[in-house]
């Protein structure tokens, strides 16, 4: 079974540091595009950030760069969000996705623009909160 599963959600102050995980089982991510988006409650979902798990180049939203980095791990097939800094509004829902076949430098861009996703998770909840 092809799935991906998010970890590493939580309540947290604001200042405070998360890590979030995406792991994939089923299949391997080598020659996918990875991304975060999220989605805030009665807000439509947005992307977060991306990656190219071959080429490691990265896109990310003007609202978290700075405050957030995205990994991963080849090895563990595993995708990784950290995010420092939180803000109240980065409550969301976090979820990652896997699209196949977007090569070169712009990749991440595009997906994470597109909100282009060939297989999703069920979601992370990060709360933002004092």
């Known amino acids: 079974q092809l799935r991906l599963v998010e970890s590493g959600g939580g309540l947290v102050q604001p200042g405070g540091s998360l890590r979030l995980s995406c792991a994939a089982s089923?299949?391997?991510?080598?020659?996918?595009?990875i991304g975060w988006f999220r989605q805030a409650p009665g807000k439509e979902r947005t992307h977060v950030s991306c990656?190219?798990?071959?080429?490691?180049?990265?896109h990310y939203a003007d609202s978290v760069k700075g405050r957030f980095t995205i990994s991963r791990d080849n090895a563990k097939n595993t995708v990784y969000l950290q995010m420092n800094s939180l803000k109240p509004e980065d409550t969301a829902v976090y979820y990652c996705?896997?699209?196949?076949?977007?090569?070169?430098?712009?990749?991440?861009?595009?997906?994470?623009?597109?909100?282009?996703?060939?297989?999703w998770g069920e979601g992370t909840l990060v709360t933002v909160s004092s």
């Open positions: 996705a896997a699209f196949q076949g977007l090569g070169g430098p712009y990749g991440p861009q595009v997906m994470c623009v597109t909100g282009t996703g060939t297989y």
């Open positions: 089923g299949f391997s991510l080598e020659a996918y595009t």
């Open positions: 990656v190219s798990m071959r080429d490691g180049d990265t």
